[in-house]
């Protein structure tokens, strides 16, 4: 029998499902308790689970399907080239055309003069290439002492070893010992959370500063490189104050360190400009891309790289790749996925039309009597959960609970948006449609009603 053609009853894929898969970031054992959600279809902006229900995406899966879902030519972009050329590799001297095509591509679209492309199989794979990169990097220039990465607290840039260093989750890192040597970990600019009395631009100041104390901390000559997100996705959609980027980039400039942005969220169109260092003025030596590149359909990532970095690289035999770097398949689909965005206009509707919709609808859960703010950049957003706004005040109870009280009555109306703490977030498909976004508003209004109802008559409706 094909199961996934022609399935068994949700009851029945669910006991499957227990016994036999280890789900990411997931509690297995009460997952289990309650049962897997499982989607069988989607289209455009909809998911339709094993029970016939419609759900509208407001993450774009995990942040990635920027082209909507649904998409033939995708499919036989796919189909097209695993005839011609299911698989081969980029090492020993040995190239295709899906890799030469999409590097080359990718060095057109990428800003400055980041022509060079490293591929990864994710995003992980690409940020873990990065630290290997930058040391070599100062290893060839004669400066192999020029290890120390400086990262986020509350950053995302992958799970594993290395990306997992990186990011600066702590409850990460508190499994499998973590971080690795030399990563060493700044405050974010997280205003709303940690601002205090400052206004958003001293705060914004003071924070990226925290980078040209770290280095003096340390040395100079010990520090390699400086890895963000230009807008901190996983972390809970957190927009720097305006003050921030300007400031992060004079400190870069000012010292002799590389700077790495973490596109997997940003890139791809998601804030209106094909990538969130156009959008925020930074010019990173290295961008890490993959999510939106091939819009989640096949899994493919990768490192841009300006030509000091490359050249220097190429002196020596990086003694680094995947079996799946440059893996034709997802190449090909990455380049369709290009294709669709550039002759759709998909990135320019973004910016002359959509982002400036959703940030008035959005904008509008601002006066919901649960939600202290609600904030926009391109097509990502977040509200904060607050029993009092006036006041940025935190829940009494345990922190996340309001947000997963919300995040369940969303799924239970129809809505996927997902919660970091008390803060919900989406990050939609680009071609998400006026009126869809009209109903994601809707829906989310009326989730935060439920949940505002659910912690009055629990009790939890406190300030700590
Ligand atoms: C998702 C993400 C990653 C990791 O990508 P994977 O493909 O899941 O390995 C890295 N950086 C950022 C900013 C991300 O959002």
Known sequence: MNMIANHPPTSELQALDAAHHMH??????????????IITRAKGVTLTDSDGNDYLDAMAGLWCVNVGYGREEMAEAAARQ???????????QTTHVPAIALSAKLAELAPGDLNHVFFAGSGSEANDTNIRMVRTYWAQKGKPEKTVIIS????????????????GMSYMHEQGGLPIADICHIDQPHWWAEGGDMSPEEFGLERARQLE?????????????????????????????????????????????????????????????????NRMGIRPHIMT???????????????????????????????????????PMT???????????EEEGIVDRVADHSAAYLA??????????????????????????????????????????????????????????????????ISPPLVITDSEMDTLVERAWKALDLAHRQLEDEGKMKAA
Request: hydrophobic share 40%.
């Open 82 to 92: 695993m005839r011609e050329l299911p698989y081969y590799n980029t090492f020993f």
């Open 152 to 167: 986020r607290k509350n950053a995302y840039h992958g799970s594993s070893m290395g990306s997992g260093s990186l990011g």
């Open 213 to 277: 104390k770290k280095i003096e901390e340390l040395g100079e000559h010990r520090v390699a490189a400086f890895i963000a997100e230009p807008i901190q996705g996983a972390g809970g959609v957190v927009i720097p104050p305006s003050t921030y980027w300007p400031e992060i980039q004079r400190i870069c400039d000012a010292h002799d360190i590389l700077l790495i942005a973490d596109e997997v969220i940003c890139g791809f169109g998601r804030t209106g400009t094909w990538f969130g260092c």
């Open 24 to 37: 990411p970031f997931t509690h297995n054992n009460e997952l289990e308790q309650k049962g897997a959600r």
């Open 360 to 425: 008035e609808k959005w904008g509008g859960l601002a006066d919901h009597p649960l939600v202290g703010e609600a904030t926009t950049i391109g097509m990502m957003g977040s509200i904060v959960l607050t029993p009092d706004a006036s006041s940025r005040a935190v829940f009494a109870g345990t922190e996340g609970d309001a947000g997963l009280i919300t995040r369940e009555h969303c799924f239970r109306n129809g809505l996927v948006m997902r919660h970091v703490g008390d803060r919900m977030i």
């Open 331 to 341: 190449c090909a689909v990455a380049l369709e996925n290009l294709r669709i965005l």
């Open 289 to 327: 891309v993959a999510k939106g590149l091939s819009s989640g359909y096949a899994p493919i990532g990768g490192s841009i790289v300006c030509d000091e970095v490359a050249n220097v690289i190429n002196n020596c035999e990086f003694a680094h790749g995947y079996t799946y770097s440059g893996h």
